[in-house]
């Protein structure tokens, strides 16, 4: 039986009926375009994250697995393993990594801001806020994730032209794919002003 689902990661979407020829594989040209984008990022990770033990699974409903396929959680250390283990591991559908107290590790994560027509401008302008530093193409193929080292203690949530801008620092951990956005480094920069500057 053909797939009527919409293949990109994070779209449930019905696929719209076919008319003559082949069968779509996306339920819309956003879709279409956001799977075709995470696909020919090149993936890399900085050190500054595959060296700490703050690595668990997840699965296509994006919680948080440990590698022997029970949840993880990101308040429960003993649920978390290395990078190297995460990898290879075969449980759910990718990686996530855990932000935790003391690390002074944090993630912003602009939703929805990669648009058949490019970057949003919204995006670009927190972007440019920001020194180089690891952003990657988020699991859904339309968002971004920009990483770096700042004192998060509460996570907080801008909004922006419609979109949602949040900034976590612990507690929480986020779905990691590596695919790298345009030519960012694989290494994480000071992003306290950045931080300090989104209202
Ligand atoms: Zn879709």
Redesign the pocket.
């Known amino acids: 039986m053909a797939n009527t ?4 990661e994070g ?3 019905a ?1 719209p009926v076919a008319g003559r020829g082949p069968m779509p594989r ?3 040209t ?3 375009v ?2 075709h984008r995470a696909r020919r990022a090149s993936t890399s990770l900085p050190a500054e994250l595959t060296g700490r033990r703050r690595w668990v699974r997840r699965d296509e409903r994006k919680a948080p697995r440990r590698t022997d396929g029970g949840f993880a959680s990101a308040t429960a250390p003993e649920s978390w393993t290395t990078h190297r283990e995460a990898a290879a591991s075969t449980v759910g559908v990718g990686l996530g990594y855990v932000l935790a107290a003391g690390d002074r590790v944090a993630c912003i994560d602009l939703d929805h801001c990669l648009t058949v027509d490019g970057l949003a401008p919204w995006a670009r302008d927190i972007l440019d806020r920001c020194p180089p530093t690891f952003v990657e193409i988020s699991a859904g193929g339309d968002g971004l994730h920009i990483w770096g080292r700042a004192d998060v203690v509460r996570g907080r949530r801008i909004r922006r032209d419609g979109s949602a801008v949040e900034i976590y620092g612990q507690g929480r951990y986020i779905a990691v794919t590596g695919r790298r956005f345009e030519d960012c480094p694989a290494t994480l920069a000071d992003l306290s002003e950045a931080v300090a500057s989104l209202t």
Do not use: V
């Not at 689902?5 to 990109?8: A, G, H, M, T």
């Open positions: 689902l919409c293949e990109r779209c449930d979407s696929l996306f339920c819309s956003r879709c279409r956001a799977a």
